[in-house]
């Protein structure tokens, strides 16, 4: 059970002053079907796709669901997905500081490690584009890729964060929820009406001290509509509150980072007749990053094999071709929907690395991991009318991605050599089936859905050396159910039970290493099995005369979490000590979260918010708090919107997080203390085509750690400052419209 004190703090916070009208009358509709986000964009935050893959209002899906328009990122000036979800109260994407080494620790080469929803993040968190999967994280050794970096926010038109588990929609690696990245479509360009039209957007933030511009084109006619966006940012290191500019290890301001990213979005799309839509979608990215490592280079330069210096070069690509048709006819007898996506994705980090030491030969490290993926998804959609209304939605996703990692370099570790596999080539198989029904009541939406998924994972023999490696198949069931009840036209009850689960991933089946030299090594598991989910959440949720409001309650289990653990050995070259996954861990994660929005009158509104979340996993009957699971967190905002200029004004607090709930380990954890920041911000609307967006994000110049950026950093820590968040940044940018 929740402990009753810390729920009470993070509830008094919102509830303390609920108004009596939250329960007055309004009108309801259980789905949106008929008031699609294109013919209103002004309601795209109030519709989801992501909770059921039908569109659906958010008040009335059985689950916690937030959508992030384009236009709420430009106001908040947001330039990755981590400023994107800064307000977001159980949300976070970690972010290390640049602190690695060719041959030790990878602290901040993964950039944006991915998202961490409800305490538990990374390819525990399914992230989909366009309804294609974002590649897995990945990590060995030094060795770190993460999968925010390969998103470009100028290509988004929203975000839609779910929570809890998503595997019923979607299947694999949705434990923890799911975070759906939808890209600008033509008509999100040509919003009055042109036939031609597009917009250009430039932009500075002083956090990185980087640049940035972005132009889109798009065109229609009576069969064809057709875009085209560009965009460029270049930058250098993300800024924080220290002050330590040593060239060594005692370090705390940033390493200097150069960084570049170019994006390309075009999409064609052809009107076949009434009912049938063909289209064309074509996505590439190139992110460059050269880091100079002064934090790698030693204190004592003048020992034997000290490192004198380190440079890096880090290249992130990412290519997409969709092909997609569209059927839409509400006369046909059987289907009136159907939705059918054909794509390949070629995705691949590089990280490239000299080392230069004294009196020792200088070494280079190269890593690769590539993903190669084709897949079809398919979803049909049919309405039945009669004694009781209901919606179908019934489909297959298959995928087959080629997944592979490669080192290379020179001055291998003892007992090893270059170029060297962690695991061998591998096609992993994808593939699943899925049924589902919304049946409407009344004033009762119930939606219960079931999943059949396979996955099988077959390494090659090619170019690998290491002879354990094994293939490993798989299936899974994955059921759902949900109801939201309308009890009153302000007032939402609503609860839903589900199951999650995540397939084995193929390096953690055939990892294989040794480093003789020190003593230690790694091995595959052909025994590994899935990690599952089991969630129940309950809540409710509500709007009258301008005040929306929700309250959700959840708790979350976790079982066969899988680990890389010490099966055996002695920590010497003649015994290493052996490493492999398995499925070890039980965890539960519950919290509550409660939110509140009022409008006062046609300009104002008000926001607040809290969370609290607590975390346990257990292994061999022991129990240990969860890392990833995030302090309280609370939110004040205050907006004001006049048509041609408007502002807003926010705080964000966060409880400093309780030593007695950080895992214990060889040594102890600084613990983050609790802080307040301070942001502002306006827009300016001289002439309808021309806005100017203008924030100050920590105006207070507040010195301040997250919690989930500070992980693996020691109490007593020398180098504390150093994972330390930026002070006072401005952003400004500019947007017209043609």
Do not use: C
Request: proline share 5%.
């Amino acid at each position: 059970m929740l402990r009753k004190a810390n729920v009470a703090i993070a509830l008094s916070l919102t509830f303390h002053a609920l108004p009596q009208q939250a329960f007055a009358q309004t009108t309801s509709l259980p789905n949106a079907a008929e008031s699609s986000p294109a013919a209103n964009p002004s309601i795209l935050s109030d519709v989801t796709v992501s909770a059921t893959r039908t569109v659906r209002r958010v008040d009335d899906v059985p689950s916690s669901v937030s959508v992030i328009t384009d236009t709420k990122i430009q106001k908040e000036g947001a330039r990755n997905l981590k400023e994107a979800f800064r307000n977001e109260l159980d949300v976070t994407v970690p972010v290390g500081p640049t602190r690695f080494g060719v041959g030790g620790a990878s602290t901040g080469r993964g950039g944006q490690e991915g998202v961490n929803i409800r305490g538990l993040g990374g390819n525990q968190v399914l992230m989909l584009v366009d309804g294609i999967r974002i590649p897995n994280g990945f990590t060995f050794g030094p060795f770190s890729t993460g999968r925010g970096d390969f998103l470009d926010i100028d290509g988004l038109k929203s975000v839609e964060i779910l929570r809890g588990p998503a595997s019923t929609q979607y299947g694999s690696d949705g434990l923890a929820g799911a975070v759906i990245f939808k890209t600008l479509d033509p008509s999100d360009v040509l919003t009055r009406g042109q036939s031609v039209g597009g917009f250009a957007r430039v932009g500075y933030t002083s956090i990185d001290k980087a640049g940035s511009g972005a132009l889109a084109v798009a065109g229609k006619n009576e069969k064809w509509q057709a875009m085209v966006l560009g965009s460029y940012r270049q930058g250098h290191e993300t800024g924080n509150k220290a002050i330590i500019n040593d060239k060594s290890a005692e370090r705390t301001t940033p390493n200097p980072v150069d960084y570049s990213n170019r994006y390309l979005l075009s999409k064609a799309i052809l009107t076949v007749d009434a009912a049938q839509q063909l289209g064309l979608t074509i996505e590439s990215q190139r992110r460059s990053q050269q880091t100079n490592v002064f934090s790698a280079r030693a204190a004592a330069p003048q020992l034997p094999r000290s490192i004198t210096g380190l440079t890096t070069q880090d290249t992130i690509e990412r290519d997409r071709l969709a092909l997609e048709h569209r059927y839409n006819d509400l006369n046909a007898a059987w289907i009136q929907s159907a939705e059918t996506r054909l794509y390949w994705q070629d995705a691949k980090v590089n990280q490239y690395a000299t080392e230069k030491r004294k009196r020792a030969p200088e070494r280079i490290r190269e890593n690769t991991f590539r993903t190669q993926v084709v897949g079809l998804a398919t979803q049909f959609q049919t309405n039945l009318t009669g004694w009781v209304n209901q919606r179908l939605s019934y489909g297959v996703d298959l995928s087959q991605a080629q997944i592979s990692a490669l080192r290379d370099g020179t001055s291998p570790p003892y007992g090893s050599k270059f170029p060297s596999r962690p695991f061998p080539d591998t096609t992993y198989t994808l593939g699943g089936a899925f049924f589902q029904s919304e049946i409407e009541l009344g004033v009762v939406s119930v939606i219960p859905g079931l999943r059949f998924d396979r996955y099988a994972i077959n390494p090659s023999a090619k170019d690998y050396e290491n002879m354990s490696r094994s293939k490993l198949s798989g299936q899974a069931v994955t059921p759902r159910i949900g109801a939201v009840w309308r009890l009153a036209s302000g007032f939402s009850p609503y609860a839903q039970l589900a199951r999650g689960f995540r397939a084995p991933t193929p390096d953690q089946v055939n990892n294989g290493f040794a480093n003789l030299a020190s003593g230690y090594t790694s091995i595959g598991n052909s025994e590994l099995k899935p990690e599952y989910a089991d969630s129940f959440e309950i809540g409710f949720r509500g709007r009258s005369h301008g005040l929306r409001y929700s309250l959700a309650g959840f708790e979350n289990r976790y079982q066969n979490f899988i680990s890389q653990e010490v099966i055996g050995g002695g920590g010497r070259p003649t015994n290493p000590t052996i490493y492999q996954y398995v499925n070890l861990a039980n965890a539960k994660i519950q919290g509550v979260v409660a939110q509140i929005e009022l409008k006062v009158g046609q300009r104002w509104t008000i926001q607040t918010g809290a969370a609290y979340i607590k975390g346990d996993s257990q292994i061999n009957g022991v129990s240990t708090p969860i890392n990833s699971v995030q302090p309280v967190k609370a939110m004040l905002g205050l907006q004001y919107d006049a048509g041609e200029w408007g502002g807003q004004a926010t705080v964000l607090y966060s409880a400093a997080k309780d030593p007695r709930r950080i895992a214990p380990g060889r040594r102890s954890q600084f613990a983050t203390p609790d802080y307040t920041v301070f942001d502002l911000g306006m827009y300016w609307k001289p002439s309808p085509n021309l806005t100017f967006n203008a924030n100050v994000n920590n105006v207070l110049d507040t010195k301040y750690w997250r919690w989930s950026d500070v992980s693996g950093l020691t109490e007593n820590s020398r180098i504390a400052d150093a994972y330390t968040a930026a002070g006072r940044t401005i952003q400004v940018s500019m947007r017209y419209d043609f």
